[in-house]
């Protein structure tokens, strides 16, 4: 079944309203399988940064990604978004290169995991000011949740903050990578929202890498033989599976909500990316959970409800 995500057609008046009930329980676990998937990406990053540079890393990902993506449109004849490709690969370069390049690049100078959740976890506000811009409203209850789900963030980070490391240079590429995936979500919402998961996925990603290349050439040494990267296990791991489950399942996943979805409730499920990554830092490297961050946890919980809740 090909998974284009353009309108379907409008149905017969005979048709049997079966379809709708099934439709909508398929599409019920997207948001929980795309927090849980999203979340991993700080933990890709933990395991593959010590061993590359961040823009690098992030070619090899998005290589990867269309070794993947190639296949699968030649295979299944995917339809290419005709007169929206330029539109199509605005808006990953904002969402990739300029999100994930800001996010890794702060990190890798320093910049402390915690500050910078938070910074970006701004990103569901600035998408609600912005919502009149893609015809959408924000209601009194939404704000709310949207202020008790920013608040929750700070909770479950509150401990990790520290400027210890911090620079101009890591605060500027937080507020890039803010601005970049809010102005991503809204432009790709209002401009190409819709169109075929492989084929547009494609796009993006290959338009990232040609972006990156000359930078991670000028910055990071990046070249044919790859000598800036060191192939230990675990870099190998975390790039299979920013391949794989991130550059294929979490952005499928993403790009279907925003096609079905008010951005405003998309960006707000990103107020869970920071508890659910607690829980598996906890479980995987045994970083301690506070009292305090647990209650953000609830906190933050009950603010993505409050703005997806019918």
Same mark, same amino acid.
């Given at each position: 079944?090909?998974?284009?995500?353009?309108?379907?057609?409008?149905?017969?008046?005979?048709?049997?309203?079966?379809?709708?009930? !099934?439709?909508?329980?398929?599409? !019920?676990?997207? /948001?929980?399988?795309?927090?849980?998937?999203?979340?991993?990406?700080?933990?890709? +990053?933990?395991?593959?940064?010590?061993?590359?540079? %961040?823009?690098? #890393?992030?070619?090899?990902?998005?290589?990867?990604?269309?070794?993947? @993506?190639? %296949?699968?449109?030649?295979?299944?004849? !995917? %339809?290419? /978004?005709?007169?929206?490709?330029?539109?199509?690969?605005?808006?990953?370069?904002?969402?990739?290169?300029?999100?994930?390049?800001?996010? *890794?690049?702060?990190?890798?100078?320093?910049?402390?995991?915690?500050?910078?959740?938070?910074?970006?976890?701004?990103?569901?506000?600035?998408?609600? #000011?912005?919502? %009149?811009?893609?015809?959408?409203?924000?209601?009194?209850?939404?704000?709310?949740?949207?202020?008790?789900?920013?608040?929750?963030?700070?909770?479950?980070?509150?401990?990790?903050?520290?400027?210890?490391? @911090?620079?101009? !240079?890591?605060?500027?590429?937080?507020? @890039?990578?803010?601005?970049?995936?809010?102005?991503?979500?809204?432009?790709?919402?209002?401009?190409?929202?819709?169109?075929?998961?492989?084929?547009?996925?494609?796009?993006? #990603?290959?338009?990232? +890498?040609?972006?990156?290349?000359?930078?991670?050439?000028?910055?990071?040494?990046?070249?044919?033989?790859?000598?800036?990267?060191?192939?230990?296990?675990?870099?190998?791991?975390?790039?299979?599976?920013?391949?794989?489950?991130?550059?294929?399942?979490?952005?499928?996943?993403?790009?279907?909500?925003?096609?079905?979805?008010?951005?405003?409730?998309?960006?707000?499920?990103?107020?869970?990316?920071? /508890?659910?990554?607690?829980?598996?830092? *906890?479980?995987?490297?045994?970083?301690?959970?506070?009292?305090?961050?647990?209650?953000?946890? +609830?906190?933050?919980?009950?603010?993505?409800?409050?703005?997806?809740?019918?």
């Amino acid at each position: 079944m090909s998974p284009d995500t353009s309108p379907s057609p409008a149905k017969p008046p005979h048709a049997r309203p079966s379809a709708a009930p !099934a439709q909508a329980g398929w599409l !019920a676990p997207v /948001p929980l399988f795309f927090v849980v998937l999203w979340s991993t990406g700080f933990i890709a +990053a933990k395991y593959g940064l010590p061993y590359a540079p %961040p823009l690098s #890393f992030l070619i090899l990902r998005c290589l990867g990604a269309l070794l993947v @993506l190639v %296949p699968m449109v030649l295979v299944g004849g !995917a %339809p290419w /978004p005709h007169g929206r490709i330029l539109r199509v690969a605005v808006a990953g370069l904002l969402l990739q290169a300029g999100y994930l390049g800001g996010v *890794w690049s702060a990190i890798k100078i320093g910049m402390p995991a915690g500050l910078s959740a938070l910074i970006v976890g701004l990103q569901p506000i600035l998408t609600a #000011f912005a919502a %009149p811009l893609v015809g959408e409203r924000v209601s009194p209850r939404q704000w709310l949740g949207l202020l008790l789900g920013l608040g929750g963030v700070g909770l479950v980070v509150y401990a990790k903050i520290s400027l210890n490391g @911090l620079s101009p !240079a890591a605060i500027g590429f937080c507020v @890039l990578a803010l601005l970049s995936i809010t102005c991503g979500t809204l432009y790709q919402k209002r401009f190409c929202p819709h169109f075929d998961l492989r084929t547009g996925t494609l796009i993006q #990603f290959a338009a990232t +890498a040609l972006v990156l290349l000359p930078l991670a050439a000028v910055f990071e040494d990046f070249g044919p033989t790859l000598a800036n990267i060191h192939w230990t296990p675990q870099f190998i791991g975390a790039l299979l599976w920013s391949i794989l489950a991130l550059s294929i399942g979490a952005i499928f996943l993403l790009f279907r909500l925003i096609s079905r979805n008010d951005a405003t409730k998309v960006t707000s499920l990103l107020y869970l990316t920071p /508890p659910t990554t607690a829980v598996m830092a *906890w479980l995987m490297f045994g970083e301690a959970l506070s009292p305090l961050g647990l209650v953000g946890m +609830a906190v933050a919980v009950m603010g993505v409800a409050f703005v997806v809740k019918k």
